[in-house]
């Protein structure tokens, strides 16, 4: 197996980790969750722009140019997590179609922001003192991307199954969906602040 390979490979592994990436897999079906099957296209760039956000953390972290605090980022995970899904809960439909630039996809950058650096001191110390980490860095976003539209996939296929063949209301769908989201969320944070 390739370097690229191996690094691709653990960043679609971090993603759909359901033991040790729950919160991640919790954050993308918040970011989906006021969206159905015909909304493909909006999913894919909010999940591309919490890609982008965690990318350059990560980036940042790793190289050492930014240090966090670790206990700190394990507490906003999931504190994005419940801010993501408590929004849902009061977002219009109308919003979602008639805006171009949305404002869920800058919260999807600025909250992939902080979930990069919840990432990178198992990275940094997979790459150990290895200079160049460009290849790694990138394979490894990359495999995440990968994750990621995963599940969106089987997101958009049980979404598909919910609102379009069995006929419930979107917006319920979004209500029980982001309600439930949001109630793991705060057992996330609680858990980890005490």
């Not at 390979?5 to 970011?31: C, E, P, R, S, T």
């Not at 722009?49 to 953390?57: E, P, Q, V």
């Not at 290849?135 to 997101?155: C, H, K, P, R």
Request: glycine share 6%; hydrophobic share 55%.
């Amino acid at each position: 197996m390739s370097e690229f390979q191996l690094y691709f490979v653990l960043g679609k592994d971090h993603i759909l980790d359901y033991n040790n990436g729950y919160d991640h897999i919790l954050f993308v079906l918040a970011l989906c969750a006021v969206y159905i099957f015909r909304d493909w296209k909006q999913i894919l760039i909010l999940v591309t722009a919490f890609t982008i956000g965690h990318s350059i953390t990560l980036a940042l972290s790793t190289l050492n140019i930014i240090s966090v605090n670790v206990s700190l980022i394990e507490f906003l995970i999931p504190l994005t997590i419940f801010i993501t899904a408590v929004s849902n809960l009061f977002r219009k439909e109308a919003s979602l179609t008639h805006i171009r630039l949305q404002a869920n996809y800058f919260f999807a950058l600025f909250f992939g922001l902080i979930h990069g650096m919840g990432f990178s001191n198992y990275l940094k110390a997979l790459l150990g003192k290895d200079q160049s980490i460009l290849t790694q860095l990138f394979a490894f976003n990359i495999g995440l991307e990968f994750g990621q539209i995963i599940i969106v996939g089987i997101f958009l296929g049980v979404s598909f199954i919910a609102v379009d063949l069995l006929g419930t209301a979107r917006r319920d769908w979004k209500m029980v969906l982001s309600s439930a989201i949001a109630g793991i969320a705060l057992i996330l944070m609680k858990d980890r602040l005490f």
